[in-house]
Every structure is written in C-alpha cells, then in structure tokens.
C-alpha cells in the first residue's frame, strides 16, 4: 500500500536533487533547472497531501504554482540572455562584479 | 498495479532528476533539459496515480511544452560552449554532497518521525470538474491575479530582451 510518506519521501529526495543542482553547477541556465526541479518537488508533495487529505485546494494551489513558475522561468531566462549580451558569459563564476 | 507504477514512475523521476544536476557522463546544458523533460513526464505519471488527471495533463502542457522549448532556445540562441571548465572543486563538491544528504536525511527524518500519512488513505477523487468549480468560486480572485500577473511578466520579458536596454 502505497501511502503519504512515500510520495513525501519521493518529494523530498527530489527537492534535495534540486537544491544539489542549485549549490553544485555553476552554469546559470542548469542552476535555473535545479529551481524548477524544486518547485516539481513542491508541487509533488501538495497533490498528495490534496489526495490523501481529501481536500482540492492542494491542486488548485498547484495549478498557480505551475503558472507562476511559467512567468518566472520567462523573465529568468530574458534576464540570463540579457546578462549574456553584456558579459558573453553564463558561468557565474565569471560574474563577479557588480557593475555591468 | 499501482505500487509497482508508483515504483517505475519515482524511480525515474529521481534517476533523470539526478542526471538533470549531474550527469557523469556530460555537461552539456541540452542534455540536462533533455532529462528534465523526461523527470517531468514521469511526474506526471505520479499526478496521474494522484487522480489529480487535469494537473498531469497541464504539467506535460506547461512544462514539458513551453518552459522546455524556452530553455531549449535560450541554450541554442547563446550558443554555450562548455569549454574545458572541467576542473571539479573537490572541496566544494563534498561540501555541496555533504549539504545535500544532510538537508535529504533531515526532511526524510522528519517524515517518517510526525507519522503525517498515519490513518490517511487516498480517497479523493479530484475530477476537473470540481477543481475549476474550486477556481471559479472560492480561488476567483487569485486566478484573476494571476492573469495580471501574466501579462507582467509578458512585458518584463520584452522590455528585458530589447537590445539596447536603458
């Protein structure tokens, strides 16, 4: 029988897989998927606590998480193309300084 | 039935997650996106298991679709080159392992310590009806910000990739 810990467990593992991603890599554009890897995590842990809870405001909280993460992920990435037309770089180890 | 696709779904989910942050065998950013789309999907697949049917189908949508593609053309129009930076921070890299597996035991710890799921038992059964009743109703004006919200975002981004940026 498969239960809420194991979703949470799933959840958590993956989260972790995320924030991994998100100290590890130094490349701007996979350090950006280690965040959405993190916010799937989030998302995981709200539709089972939705199903176990009996409840429907998990999903529908999953619904605004998802669109917002959408907008994010746009303006994130107009941000990196932006950084990379001034410094020709998307390593953050390169991007020291804070003047442009 | 079910346990055994809850098992093939988490396990590929966590498999292609973990290639997504750090793949052995190359550090190509195309190839990490490749793998998200793959976690996604087999996230979906958990969704489905969830009868949460409508998220499943918004996530293979949403992610798989637009947020993919996005990343997929940003990568190409910069045209990374993931020149020889192949030297690994040895100190930084136990140290990021060792955050890790803390941060995961933590959360895993005090899961199985609150005993959350005790006499829980998955009976909700959210069809798409009710969840748009719940978003036209109670959640009304949350969906009607987030539309605001959208078309800021829209014109950030444009404002954001115009090439002389003032």
Same mark, same amino acid.
């Given at each position: 029988?498969?239960?809420?810990?194991?979703?949470?467990?799933?959840?958590?593992?993956?989260?972790?897989?995320?924030?991994?991603?998100?100290?590890?890599?130094?490349?701007?554009?996979?350090?950006?998927?280690?965040?959405?890897?993190?916010?799937?995590?989030?998302?995981?842990?709200?539709?089972?606590?939705?199903?176990?809870?009996?409840?429907?405001?998990?999903?529908?909280?999953?619904?605004?998480?998802?669109?917002?993460? %959408?907008?994010?992920? %746009?303006?994130?990435? %107009?941000?990196?193309? %932006?950084?990379?037309?001034?410094?020709?770089?998307?390593?953050?180890?390169?991007?020291?300084?804070?003047?442009? | 039935?079910?346990?055994? &696709?809850?098992?093939?779904?988490?396990?590929?989910? &966590?498999?292609?997650?973990?290639?997504?942050?750090?793949?052995?065998?190359?550090?190509?950013?195309?190839?990490?996106?490749?793998?998200?789309?793959?976690?996604?999907?087999?996230?979906?697949? &958990?969704?489905? &298991?969830?009868?949460?049917?409508?998220?499943?189908?918004?996530?293979?949508?949403?992610?798989?679709?637009?947020?993919?593609?996005?990343?997929?053309?940003?990568?190409?129009?910069?045209?990374?080159?993931?020149?020889?930076?192949?030297?690994?921070?040895?100190?930084?890299?136990?140290?990021?392992?060792?955050?890790?597996?803390?941060?995961?035991?933590?959360? @895993?710890?005090?899961?199985?310590?609150?005993?959350?799921?005790?006499?829980?038992?998955?009976?909700?059964?959210?069809?798409?009806?009710?969840?748009?009743?719940?978003?036209?109703?109670?959640?009304?004006?949350?969906?009607?910000?987030?539309?605001?919200?959208?078309?800021?975002?829209?014109?950030?981004? @444009?404002?954001?990739?115009?090439?002389?940026?003032?």
């Amino acid at each position: 029988m498969i239960g809420l810990e194991q979703y949470l467990i799933v959840s958590a593992l993956l989260f972790s897989l995320g924030m991994m991603g998100v100290i590890l890599r130094r490349n701007l554009i996979v350090i950006y998927m280690g965040l959405e890897l993190m916010l799937n995590a989030a998302n995981l842990a709200l539709v089972s606590f939705s199903r176990f809870t009996d409840t429907i405001d998990g999903q529908v909280m999953v619904f605004f998480v998802i669109t917002v993460a %959408a907008a994010e992920v %746009a303006v994130g990435l %107009a941000l990196i193309v %932006a950084l990379y037309r001034k410094r020709q770089t998307t390593e953050v180890g390169d991007l020291t300084s804070l003047k442009l | 039935m079910q346990e055994l &696709l809850f098992y093939i779904f988490s396990a590929l989910t &966590l498999i292609c997650g973990f290639l997504v942050v750090a793949n052995p065998f190359t550090r190509n950013p195309v190839t990490s996106a490749m793998f998200l789309v793959l976690t996604i999907v087999s996230m979906a697949g &958990l969704f489905v &298991l969830l009868n949460a049917f409508f998220l499943a189908a918004v996530q293979v949508m949403v992610y798989a679709g637009a947020v993919i593609v996005l990343f997929l053309f940003v990568i190409m129009l910069l045209d990374v080159k993931e020149v020889e930076r192949q030297h690994y921070n040895l100190f930084g890299v136990v140290l990021g392992l060792l955050g890790l597996l803390s941060v995961g035991g933590m959360l @895993i710890k005090a899961i199985l310590a609150s005993g959350v799921g005790k006499d829980l038992h998955p009976h909700m059964e959210g069809t798409t009806k009710d969840l748009g009743m719940k978003l036209f109703t109670d959640y009304v004006l949350p969906f009607e910000i987030m539309g605001v919200l959208l078309l800021v975002g829209m014109i950030g981004v @444009i404002l954001l990739s115009k090439k002389n940026l003032r």
